[in-house]
């Protein structure tokens, strides 16, 4: 099977910076977009910013200018690197990976998965 695991989130003070990791695991053979989606309290769910496999990147609008999302695809892995960060940035951050084709059991499976997430606060 595949999972996704987040890291790097926290705490930190406004303008400050952090950089979260989503690290995709198992016998994946590709993997076609990546993204990063946030919730925070009371709120649906939203994309951040996501990434294609050829590496074209989109944004919300919120966060054109200060955060960054890139991927190294022969680890399997997607990065957000978030500057200049505010309180509204706020919530749990979770990976998504879209068309991830892996191998198990003698067969080939294209799925979607989701990682746990991982708590940013923007605080003084």
């Known amino acids: 099977q595949v999972q996704l695991v987040e890291s790097g989130g926290g705490l930190v003070q406004p303008g400050g910076s952090l950089r979260l990791s989503c690290a995709a695991s198992?016998?994946?053979?590709?993997?076609?977009?990546m993204g990063w989606y946030r919730q925070a309290p009371g709120k649906q769910r939203e994309l951040v910013a996501s990434?294609?496999?050829?590496?074209?990147?989109n944004y919300a609008d919120s966060v054109k200018g200060r955060f960054t999302i890139s991927r190294e695809n022969a680890k399997n892995t997607m990065y957000l690197q978030m500057n200049s960060l505010k309180p509204e940035d706020t919530a749990v951050y979770y990976c998504?990976?879209?068309?991830?084709?892996?191998?198990?059991?003698?067969?080939?499976?294209?799925?979607?998965?989701w990682g746990q997430g991982t708590q940013v606060t923007v605080s003084s």
């Open positions: 998504n990976a879209v068309g991830v084709r892996y191998y198990s059991n003698a067969r080939y499976y294209t799925r979607d998965y």
């Open positions: 990434i294609t496999s050829g590496g074209s990147t």
């Open positions: 198992g016998s994946i053979v590709s993997i076609n977009a």
